[in-house]
Structure formats: structure tokens, C-alpha cells
């Protein structure tokens, strides 16, 4: 099974209808070896909208807001990438909400499932959102290997 990977799509991806300049490359990368799905705090069609006309859409498997983060099916191996400093909304929308509330959980969550970028405003010259490849890869691989070697039954 291939892993997922959760983008936020305001401060990531799109600023307004500005495209941060590396998404489409950054996208295609990650698609080759995960799922590559957008959620937002925000209703999923209007983000749905908004990379459609951003022309990212296709590069994107599902489209997440709060109207039906009901059906996300998280797997047992996923990331979260966003450029929130806390983001306790977005890990809710996963099906997280009572380890939010447990610091040493909530801790535990960003630690292994999240990683942080610098946020698009449109103006700047954010970080390359492929230099976070090698984190990328090496907490997949981290998760992956804690899946092999567990030996509980699946919860």
C-alpha cells in the first residue's frame, strides 16, 4: 500500500490564486510514491475550485474540508505537510481529535506524522518545497519500518 500524503492547500500551495512557483513540480515528485491528497479547514469544493483553476488538480487524489472529512480513510502510513505552527485543526480533520487534546500525545502526532514549511503569501520567496524531500522520505521510511516490525493487531 502506498503512503499518503496530506497537503494544506492555503499557505502551501496556492496563495489567493497565486501558485507558489515549485507546486506543480513538488506535486508531480510526491505522486510517484504516494497518494498525494489536499485537506483544508476550508469546504472542499471552494478548494477544489481553487486548484482547478490553479491547474493542480489532477496532481491531487482527493480534496478534503470540514463538509466531508467524514471519509478520509487514514492508512497507517501518512504524512501531513503544512505550514501551520500548530495543526491541531487539520490532524482533527484526520480523525485525530482526541490525541489533540493529550499534550504528550499531540507531541507524539506532529513528531512522526508532520512537517512544517515555510508559508506561501504570494510575495515572498519561500523555501523550495522540494528541499523537504529527504524529510519526507526519511519519515515515511521511519513509519514503514514500524509497521513492519510490529507484531499487535491492527486497531
Request: charged letters at 25%; aromatic letters at 8%.
Amino acid at each position: 500500500m502506498r503512503p499518503t500524503v496530506y497537503t494544506t492547500i492555503p499557505g502551501v500551495l496556492l496563495y489567493g490564486q497565486t501558485v507558489r512557483p515549485d507546486a506543480r513540480e513538488f506535486l508531480e515528485t510526491l505522486g510517484q510514491f504516494a497518494e498525494v491528497v489536499a485537506v483544508s479547514t476550508g469546504q472542499s469544493d471552494s478548494q477544489s475550485a481553487s486548484l482547478q483553476k490553479a491547474g493542480l488538480l489532477y496532481l491531487i487524489s482527493n480534496v478534503y474540508g470540514w463538509d466531508n472529512a467524514d471519509w478520509i480513510k487514514r492508512p497507517e502510513i501518512w504524512l501531513l505537510i503544512g505550514s501551520e505552527e500548530s495543526p491541531t485543526a487539520i490532524m482533527g480533520l484526520l480523525g485525530l481529535r482526541g490525541d489533540m487534546a493529550v499534550p504528550a500525545l499531540k507531541q507524539a502526532a506532529y513528531d512522526k506524522h508532520y512537517i512544517r514549511c515555510a508559508k506561501f503569501t504570494g510575495s515572498n520567496h519561500p523555501q523550495r518545497l522540494g528541499e523537504l524531500m529527504d524529510e519526507i522520505r526519511r519519515k515515511l521510511a521511519n513509519q514503514e519500518r514500524r509497521c513492519s516490525t510490529d507484531t499487535r493487531l491492527p486497531q
